[in-house]
């Protein structure tokens, strides 16, 4: 699996992104998709994540009731809505895709399976 990821830019603090991220292969559906993101200096963390089946959604604490992740399976498409945008959601964003063979959804980075390049997410104070 390929992962695309784009729509980052330059927001103001109070702004919306959506970011989105396409991927190539035919079983786009068999995979739980999610999002993690790097600030300057560091670690990776988890943002969201949503299963193969769209059902069940995940969120980071710090982002809860603001971002929204989704997807459209017919277009092999993820997408993770930002809104009430603050500056320290500054980062670089990845997406990633874990193949999903059970129920269990993980939020974890050494679980990924597939990542896909950074898309930078800039808020302005």
């Known amino acids: 699996v390929q992962l695309q990821a784009s729509g980052g830019g330059l927001v103001q603090a109070g702004g919306s992104l959506r970011l989105s991220c396409s991927a190539s292969?035919?079983?786009?559906?068999?995979?739980?998709l999610g999002w993690f993101r790097q600030a300057a200096g560091k670690e990776r963390e988890f943002v969201a994540v949503?299963?193969?089946?769209?059902?069940?959604?995940y969120y980071a604490d710090s982002v809860k009731g603001r971002f929204t992740i989704s997807r459209d399976n017919a277009k092999n498409t993820v997408y993770l809505q930002m809104n009430s945008l603050k500056a320290e959601d500054t980062a670089v964003y990845y997406c990633?895709?874990?193949?999903?063979?059970?129920?269990?959804?993980?939020?974890?980075?050494?679980?990924?399976?597939?990542w896909g390049q950074g898309t930078l997410v800039t808020v302005s104070s």
């Open positions: 292969g035919r079983t786009f559906s068999s995979y739980d």
């Open positions: 990633a895709a874990r193949y999903s063979a059970s129920g269990y959804v993980s939020r974890r980075e050494s679980e990924v399976d597939y």
């Open positions: 949503i299963s193969r089946s769209g059902g069940i959604t």
